[in-house]
C-alpha cells in the first residue's frame, strides 16, 4: 500500500533576518505498510511524527527519497489528484479542518471538488456519516458538536472520498476522555469492517495497544517497529524517548520485579486480571521480596492520614456559598450552569476539579476571580465579600491567578520578559518591582536568562507554556488556578509541567486549583478532589475516597484512572485488596500484601 | 455585546421558507426594501409589518428571534428617532431652547425608525431560513454571468462560506482572550486612551497570529480533501427553481407592482 525508500526531510529555519539554516525533520526513513493494517506511529514532539504523515498526503514532497502510494510516485504531479483519493488525512485541531457550515456541508467538500453529480454525492454524505454514527447531526452547525463529535465529522469527510487508507494526526490530543474513545472505536470499527488502513499517529501509549504495528519514532529517525507487544516489552527504550507507557504495562513490570510471575509485557486490563487470575489459582509462592522496602512504601501510603487533621487549622483564602449561574438569560439557549456550588480552598491546598465538558468546569473556574458574576450566592476572598460595591476586582484577580487553556496562544510580548511583567504593571507594581517579579517567576518556572530578551513566539511549544504560566505567577497569587495545563503535549513536557506545579506549591506556598478532565493527572498530584457534574458538586473528597466510587464516575462518563479501574476489577473478582488503588506503586504494594496474606493462609 | 452578533445565524429548520432557493429569497429582500423606501404612506410599513410577521409565522422562526434582531440596533433606531424627531422643519408642536418638536417631525421619525427596523427584520429573516452556504451558493449563481468578464466569482463564493464558518469562532476566541487578559489585570473599559490602546494591541496580536495559524491548517485540511480553486466542482443540493419559488416570484413581483401602483397614482 505504502512505500517508503530513505526519506529525507528538511525544513528551512530563519534565523535572524538574513541567515537561514536547514533542520532536519526526517533521516533517511524507509517503511513498507501494508494494505488493511493498523498502524501506530509513536514519538515525542518534534520526532517527525507529522512531517511524515504530510508525506502520505503529499502536503510535502522529499528532499531525498521517494514515497510510493499504491505503486505512484508523489513526486508525479499529474498522480496528486489519484494519491490525494487514495490517502485521507485528519489533522489534529477538529475547529480547524472543518469547512462546511453544517455537518453534512463539511463532509460534501471532497466529493463536491471532485465534481460528481449531486445524487452520488448525497449517498455518499450519507453513508459516510453513517459509518461514523452522525446521521442524526447532519444538519447541525459544528459549532454545536462536542470536540469528539467534530473529529467524527472531520473522520467522515475524508470517508466520502472513499480512501484505501486515513491518516490521523494526534486526533485526540486535544480531546476530553469521552471523545476520545468515541473516535478511536470509529477508527478502529473502520479498520476492521470497511477494511481501510489506519495510521494513527499519538504520543498516547495507551491508544497504540490495539495496532498491528508500532513504529517508534525519535528525532526523525524510526527507532524500532513492531507489534505493541514487541514495542512494550522494552521499557527502558520507551523511556529513553520519553514516552509512557499504560498504568498496567508499568504495574504488570513492577510486580514481574518483585517476584510475581507475570507475562510481560501486559498491555490491557483484561491480560492483567487474567495473568494474576493464573497465578493465582497456581498458588505459586512468591520470590525475592524484601519485606522492609514495603513497610517503607506503606508508611507514605498513610501520610496522607497524618496530615489531614492539620488541614483543618489552615487559612481558608476563597469561599463560596451557594453560587448559581445561567448563561444567556431570557433566551432560548438558556442553561443552568452551576447550581448551587459551595467550596472553600485554604492555603496550600491543591484541589483538582474533575468534570466532562459542559459541566460547568471553566464557568466555576471564571468566578474564582471575578471574571463572571454569579446570579445569586457569595464569594469571600478572606473573608471579605468580592461582590460587594467597594470590592476591587482588580485587586482580587492579583490573588487569583488564572491560567486558562492552550495559554502560549493568549502571549503577546515582545520579549519574554515584557510579556511576564504585564500582569504585575497592570496591578500598579512600579517598573522595579515587576521586573523583579517577573525574573523570578521565570527563573521558577525553568526559563533561563538568555531567553529574557527573545521574543516568546520563538520559544518551543513546553517553554511557551511555561512563559505564560510565568505571566501569571508574576502577580504573586495566592491561589492559581490552571484550567487543562497539560492539554496537547507530549508525556514528558506534560511531566515537566507537573513536577513545576508541585515546585511552584512548596516554594510560593499558595493554594492550587488544577482543572482537569483527565484523572490520571489529579490522582497524582491533588489531595482534594471535586467532581463537577451537570453544574453540582457531585463527589467531594481526597483521590483516594473518590476513586472508591468507580461505578457512579464511570457513570457520568468521567472514568477513572486505569490503575484503579483495574484494581476494582480484581476486587471483584475476589482478589483479596481492600480497595482500589489511586497510583501504581500503591497497587503494586497491595497486591504484593495480597499474595503474602495468600501465602500465609496456605501455610 | 460580542455575543450579541447575529449574523450567519441559521435558525434549522423545514418549513416554506426555508426551502424556497436563496436567489428567491434573496430577490424578495432586495424587492421587500425597494418597496420600503418607495413607499410614503405611513400604512404601508403596517402592511409591511404584516407581510414580515406572516413570513416568519410561515418560517416558523419564533418572534424572539425577530426582535434578536433588532437589539443589535437598539441605539440606531434610538437616536433615527430622536433626530428626526426634533431636527424636522413644519409646525411647531413643542420648543425646548434650540430643539424643537413638529408635526412632520413625528411622522418622519415614527417612519425613519420603522423603515429601518423592518428592513433589518427582513433582512435577518433571510439569513435566519437560509444557511450561509445556501446564500453564498445563491450568490455566486446570481452572480455568475461577471465570470465572464473573469471576476472570480467561484473563489469569492468560497471565500464568504468560510468567512461565515470563522467568524463565530473568531468570535469565541476575542472572549477568551479578553478573559484571559483580564485575569491578568487588563482592563478593557477604565483607563487613559493609550492605556486602553495598549490593552487592545494585547488582544489584537495573539488574534492575529491564531488566525494566521488556521489559516494555515484549513487551507493545508483543504487542500487534503481535493480543493485546488480551478477545477470545477459541483453541488450536494445544486440550486434548482421549484413550483414555490414560482409561485414565490409572482407574489414578490405583485408585491413591487402594486406598490408602484399605489405610490405613484
Known amino acids: 500500500m505504502i512505500n517508503i525508500k530513505n526519506l529525507i526531510h528538511k525544513y528551512t529555519v530563519w534565523e535572524n533576518d538574513n541567515k537561514k539554516s536547514k533542520k532536519t525533520a526526517l533521516d533517511g526513513i ?100 453513517h459509518a461514523v454514527g452522525l446521521l442524526h447531526k447532519r444538519k447541525d452547525a459544528p459549532s454545536r ?38 473516535v478511536l472505536n470509529v477508527i478502529h470499527r473502520l479498520n476492521k469492517e470497511n477494511g481501510i488502513t489506519i495510521i494513527l499517529i499519538t ?22 517497529q513492531g507489534t505493541p507487544k514487541e514495542i512494550f516489552n522494552d521499557l527502558e527504550l520507551l523511556r529513553q524517548v520519553k514516552m509512557d507507557v499504560p498504568q498496567v504495562t508499568e504495574l504488570a513490570c513492577r510486580l514481574k520485579k518483585r517476584g510475581i510471575p507475570i507475562e510481560i509485557p501486559v498491555l490491557t486490563e483484561e491480560q492483567l486480571i487474567r495473568a494474576l487470575r493464573g497465578t493465582c489459582s497456581n498458588g505459586l509462592k512468591l520470590e525475592g521480596e524484601e519485606p522492609k522496602d514495603i513497610s517503607g512504601n506503606l508508611k507514605k501510603a498513610g501520610d496522607t492520614e497524618t496530615i489531614r487533621p492539620q488541614q483543618e487549622e489552615r487559612r481558608v483564602l476563597l469561599k463560596g456559598e451557594n453560587l448559581k449561574f445561567t448563561y444567556g438569560k431570557g433566551t432560548v439557549g438558556e442553561t443552568k450552569v452551576l447550581d448551587a456550588i459551595s467550596f472553600e480552598i485554604q492555603e496550600g491546598d491543591f484541589i483538582g476539579l474533575i468534570g466532562t465538558s459542559g459541566s460547568g468546569k471553566t464557568t466555576l473556574m471564571k468566578h474564582l476571580n471575578g471574571l463572571l458574576r454569579a446570579d445569586s450566592g457569595e464569594i469571600y476572598f478572606e473573608g471579605r465579600n468580592i461582590y460587594d460595591k467597594k470590592y476591587s476586582l482588580t485587586g482580587l484577580r492579583k490573588e487569583v491567578g ?56 520563538e520559544l518551543s511549544g513546553g517553554q511557551k507554556r511555561c512563559v505564560a504560566i510565568a505571566g501569571v505567577l508574576a502577580m504573586e497569587p495566592q491561589i492559581l488556578v490552571m484550567d487543562e495545563p497539560a492539554a496537547g503535549l507530549d508525556p514528558e513536557t506534560k511531566r515537566r509541567i507537573f513536577e513545576l506545579l508541585e515546585k511552584i506549591k512548596k516554594e510560593k506556598k499558595i493554594a492550587i486549583v488544577l482543572v482537569s478532565h483527565h484523572m490520571e493527572d489529579v490522582a497524582d498530584y491533588a489531595d482534594k478532589v471535586w467532581v463537577l457534574h451537570q453544574g453540582r458538586f457531585l463527589l467531594t473528597g481526597t483521590p483516594k475516597e473518590l476513586f472508591t466510587q468507580v461505578g457512579l464516575l464511570q457513570e457520568i462518563e468521567i472514568g477513572v484512572p486505569q490503575i484503579t479501574s483495574v484494581t476494582e476489577r480484581l476486587m471483584e473478582e475476589g482478589f483479596p485488596i ?3 488503588a489511586v497510583t501504581v506503586q500503591e497497587a503494586e504494594e497491595m497486591i504484593i500484601q495480597g499474595f503474602r496474606r495468600g501465602e500465609q493462609h496456605d501455610s | 455585546m460580542i455575543r450579541d452578533i447575529t449574523i450567519g445565524q441559521y435558525y434549522a429548520g423545514d418549513s416554506l421558507i426555508h426551502q424556497l432557493d436563496p436567489r428567491t429569497k434573496m430577490m424578495g429582500v432586495l424587492v421587500y426594501i425597494i418597496v420600503l423606501f418607495l413607499v410614503k404612506n405611513p400604512w404601508w410599513y403596517l402592511l409591511c409589518l404584516g407581510v414580515i410577521l406572516i413570513l416568519y409565522y410561515l418560517a416558523q422562526v419564533p418572534v424572539s428571534y425577530l ?7 437598539v441605539l440606531l433606531l434610538f437616536f433615527t428617532f430622536l433626530f428626526r424627531l426634533i431636527a424636522t422643519p413644519g409646525t411647531l408642536l413643542y420648543q425646548w431652547g434650540f430643539f424643537s418638536v413638529t408635526e412632520e417631525g413625528i411622522v418622519k421619525a415614527i417612519g425613519m425608525t420603522s423603515r429601518i427596523a423592518l428592513m433589518i427584520t427582513g433582512a435577518s429573516l433571510l439569513s435566519y431560513t437560509s444557511t450561509p452556504r445556501a446564500l453564498a451558493d445563491g450568490l455566486e449563481k446570481a452572480f455568475s454571468f461577471l465570470q ?22 473568531m468570535l469565541e476566541e476575542l472572549n477568551v482572550l479578553m478573559d484571559a487578559q483580564a485575569a491578568r489585570g487588563a482592563e478593557f473599559e477604565k483607563g487613559s486612551f493609550i492605556r486602553k490602546c495598549k490593552n487592545v494591541f494585547t488582544i489584537l496580536a495573539p488574534l492575529f497570529l491564531s488566525t494566521v495559524r488556521r489559516a494555515s491548517d484549513l487551507a493545508m485540511a483543504m487542500e487534503a480533501r481535493g480543493y485546488t480553486g480551478d477545477k470545477p466542482t459541483s453541488r450536494m443540493y445544486p440550486l434548482t427553481y421549484g413550483k414555490n419559488d414560482k409561485l414565490a416570484y409572482s407574489v414578490i413581483f405583485l408585491f413591487l407592482a402594486l406598490s408602484f401602483f399605489f405610490t405613484i397614482v
Open chain 2, 67 to 73: 426582535l434578536k434582531g433588532l437589539k443589535g440596533i
Open chain 1, 402 to 457: 488564572l491560567v486558562f487553556q492552550y495559554p502560549e496562544h493568549q502571549l503577546f510580548g515582545k520579549t519574554v520578559l515584557t510579556d511576564t511583567m504585564f500582569g504585575p504593571l497592570n496591578l500598579g507594581m512600579t517598573r522595579e518591582e515587576a521586573e523583579a517579579s517577573a525574573k523570578e517567576s521565570l527563573k521558577l518556572v525553568g526559563i533561563d536568562e538568555s531567553y529574557h530578551s527573545v521574543s516568546p513566539f
Open chain 2, 148 to 169: 465572464k468578464i473573469h471576476v472570480p466569482i467561484h473563489d469569492m463564493a468560497v471565500i464568504v462560506m468560510i468567512a461565515f464558518r470563522f467568524i463565530p469562532i
Open chain 1, 578 to 580: 481492600e480497595s482500589p
Open chain 1, 203 to 224: 504520543h498516547h501509549t495507551d491508544e497504540v495497544v490495539q495496532a498491528d504495528t508500532v513504529i517508534l519514532m525519535d528525532k526523525g529517525c524510526i527507532l524500532r
Open chain 1, 30 to 129: 524507509s517503511l513498507d505498510i501494508p494494505s488493511g493494517c493498523f498502524i501506530a506511529i509513536l514519538g515525542p514532539n518534534g520526532s517527525g511524527k507529522s512531517t511524515l504523515a504530510k508525506h502520505l498526503n503529499v502536503l510535502l514532497l522529499p528532499d531525498s527519497g521517494t514515497v510510493w502510494i499504491d505503486g505512484k510516485n508523489t513526486r508525479d504531479q499529474e498522480k496528486l489528484g489519484e494519491i490525494r483519493n487514495t490517502v485521507g488525512m485528519v489533522f489534529q485541531n477538529p475547529e480547524n479542518q472543518i469547512i462546511g457550515t453544517s455537518v453534512e456541508e463539511d463532509v460534501a467538500f471532497g466529493p463536491e471538488n471532485k465534481n460528481l453529480p449531486s445524487e452520488m454525492i448525497q449517498k455518499k454524505v450519507a453513508d459516510s456519516l
Open chain 1, 145 to 182: 458538536l462536542s470536540g469528539g463529535q467534530k473529529q467524527r465529522t472531520a473522520i467522515a469527510g475524508v470517508l466520502a472520498g472513499n480512501p484505501e487508507c486515513i491518516v490521523l494526526d494526534e486526533p485526540t490530543a486535544m480531546l476530553d476522555p469521552k471523545s476520545r474513545k468515541e
